[in-house]
């Protein structure tokens, strides 16, 4: 930590409340306490004191303040907060107040949490817990990202590392030892690879999850394909119940996805209406037609929909399809198979194909358990595992500096998991999408 100037910024939202909190953090606390409530309240009490104007001495609030003196503190710092009355003109004018008083500046976003990093209060995997945590939408959201904030994987990650720090340094000691005579150099290679091939093997394992975490976080994505006028947008409504898309009788009303969340048992489901599929001459239609098959290409579930009139559209991507037989309130016949016969009229089959839609997101995504959440932890990893791979099929003929190097990469790729080296870029990427006063 080289910035010693002390940040302050409101940690509650904007408009008019009950409270409004204003939370510092750096070593000019105590002095600004002392400046504006007239003395320093004891440690961790909320403690009633009058806020003045450092400028002319008149009264900004009645407020409750917190004193909290570092480093057993969320930043690791000397911390405090400031309880005010939630008035618009409060806390503008207390603001203003703490704006002008030497050593404080108004805080970045993600600033509070950058700091208890850089400062060793916790580990770049739980700041990105805590970032999720405040994005987190359902209960499985919510699960997964108090699992990072815990340091499930951080904790993880420096197991692995403790093991590949402990593995490398067999290897540099083979080195220093070469040329004794009484070291079995064989037994000592053989030991070391069934460790190495043991940690690799961990490492893997936590790559093959099918990006659990990831799509937990992003959402489970569903996409409505079928032919123009099947009733795609019809079901988008009634499964959000409301009017997220225009209906009507004429094709190709629908040029551009129509994007829904939805809450599923917990899990977040993202609902995407798109453009009809079929064979146009007009250029727009045509560009919203290309953009569907560009979305049913991605999406983690295609809803096919067809009915009596307009039979399946065949879809060329390897992509989870699940049949949708729409209008079943004006078929004659009740069941298709394998196809959900609903009725978004009357609201026949609509559980059933919620049921079926949850069911493949649970399988897809599991209840907010997946170890890695971000891209970022996954590229570090399968650099870890590329080298730990590398050690692990090493033959007779290897050279030990080399073992030794891969060994030492492969320490350094966990370490950039949790923070330890080369983050700097991460950390400004991560925290500029905090919002201020966290």
Do not use: Y
Request: proline letters at 4%; hydrophobic letters at 45%; aromatic letters at 2%.
């Amino acid at each position: 930590m080289t910035d010693q100037s002390t940040i302050f910024a409101p940690a509650s939202g904007f408009g008019r409340a009950a409270v409004a909190v204003i939370r510092l953090s750096g070593p000019a606390c105590a002095g600004v306490l002392e400046t504006l409530a007239g003395a320093l309240p004891p440690p961790r009490r909320l403690s009633l004191r009058t806020l003045r104007d450092p400028g002319d001495g008149s009264v900004l609030d009645k407020a409750l303040v917190c004193w909290m003196p570092g480093p057993d503190t969320f930043s690791g710092e000397d911390m405090a907060e400031l309880h005010l009355h939630g008035g618009i003109a409060v806390r503008a004018g207390v603001l203003r107040a703490l704006a002008g008083l030497a050593g404080c500046r108004a805080a970045e976003p993600g600033a509070f949490t950058r700091r208890a990093v850089l400062n060793g209060r916790m580990d770049l995997t739980e700041a990105e817990g805590i970032a999720d945590l405040i994005e987190a939408e359902t209960e499985a959201q919510r699960r997964q990202a108090l699992r990072q904030l815990e340091g499930a994987l951080g904790r993880q990650v420096e197991a692995w590392r403790g093991e590949a720090i402990a593995c490398l340094a067999s290897a540099e000691a083979a080195l220093d030892f070469a040329d004794e005579g009484d070291v079995d150099d064989a037994a000592l290679d053989a030991a070391l690879i069934r460790r190495v091939a043991a940690l690799r093997d961990a490492v893997a394992a936590a790559l093959a999850d099918g990006r659990r975490g990831e799509r937990l976080r992003d959402g489970f994505t569903v996409v409505l394909a079928g032919a123009p006028n099947v009733g795609k947008s019809t079901l988008l409504n009634a499964l959000s119940r409301r009017d997220a898309a225009i209906v009507s009788d004429r094709p190709g009303t629908t040029r551009d996805a129509i994007e829904v969340r939805l809450d599923l048992g917990g899990l977040p489901v993202l609902l995407v209406d798109t453009a009809g599929l079929r064979d146009t001459e007009d250029a727009v239609e045509a560009e919203g037609i290309a953009r569907s098959r560009r979305r049913i290409a991605g999406a983690d579930l295609v809803l096919s929909l067809f009915s009596d009139a307009q039979p399946p559209v065949m879809h060329d991507h390897a992509r989870p399809v699940l049949l949708v037989r729409t209008k079943a309130d004006l078929a004659a016949r009740l069941g298709d198979g394998a196809a959900v016969a609903v009725s978004a009229t009357t609201g026949s089959g609509m559980e059933r194909l919620l049921s079926a839609i949850t069911a493949q997101a649970e399988a897809a995504l599991g209840g907010g358990d997946a170890l890695l959440t971000r891209e970022r932890h996954r590229e570090a990893l399968a650099r870890c595992l590329s080298f730990l791979d590398r050690v692990a099929g090493a033959d007779a003929g290897t050279p030990p500096e080399l073992v030794s190097e891969d060994l030492r990469l492969a320490v350094r790729a966990l370490g950039e998991v949790a923070g330890r080296v080369g983050v700097e870029d991460v950390l400004d990427r991560l925290f500029a999408s905090f919002c201020i006063g966290k």
